[in-house]
């Protein structure tokens, strides 16, 4: 059994996504749930299903006790789903190619900074793109930069609206995200 720790600060759906893959298959244990947002749905999971929360400000964040603390729950991977802030390098040193995130487009197409959720498919259909979806790829110091392992693609039709657009892409990232890291862990 591997240990994950989930980073997520927003509604949680594709942290509920990975919950519910995992549950009972004796693959990933998720040891901790990492939050930087008070009152985000993600944290009615997290309790829900008894999971450890560890809420974060930007100080803790790129604190020694936070990794030391990050340290303590053993983890093999660590998992943004739905996470906002940049990760800080003395973290991204400790765990190499074991942090992965998740984005809203197809990188590096609508990727860096203050592209997230909904900004995002605003942004993919005002530029009248004729396809988005999803990229899977490892963490680095830079928003949205580390090697891609693994993008799906959706078609979009002509009057689609940014919140098809956002429905499509929840249901790529709730099929692709829990089986990726079911890949990566084994
Ligand atoms: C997801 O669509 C994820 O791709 C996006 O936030 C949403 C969170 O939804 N992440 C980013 O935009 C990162 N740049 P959720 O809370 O329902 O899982």
């Known amino acids: 059994m591997k240990n994950i ?78 996470f906002l802030w940049k990760i800080p390098s003395a973290l991204v040193e400790k765990y190499p190619g074991k942090i992965i995130n998740i984005h809203p487009a197809l990188l590096p197409k609508y990727g860096g900074k203050g592209m997230y959720g909904m900004n995002v498919h605003n942004t993919v259909i005002e530029q009248k793109e004729k ?25 979009i039709a002509e009057d689609d609206t940014p919140e098809m657009l956002a429905q499509n892409i929840h249901k790529l990232e709730h099929f692709y995200f829990p089986r990726a890291i079911e890949f990566l862990l084994k």
């Open 5 to 82: 720790i989930l980073f997520a600060s927003g509604a949680g759906s594709n942290v509920q996504a990975i919950l519910d893959y995992f549950e009972g298959k004796n693959i990933a244990k998720p040891v901790a749930i990492v939050c930087n947002k008070a009152g985000a749905g993600v944290l009615n999971i997290a309790e829900k299903h008894d999971i450890p929360v560890e809420m974060i400000n930007k100080e803790r964040f790129s604190s020694e006790d936070f990794i030391n603390k990050i340290n303590t729950y053993n983890p093999d991977l660590l998992i943004l789903a739905g």
């Open 131 to 155: 396809e988005s979806g999803i990229t899977i790829h490892y963490v680095n110091e830079h928003y949205d930069e580390g090697n891609v392992i693994v993008q799906a693609h959706c078609t």
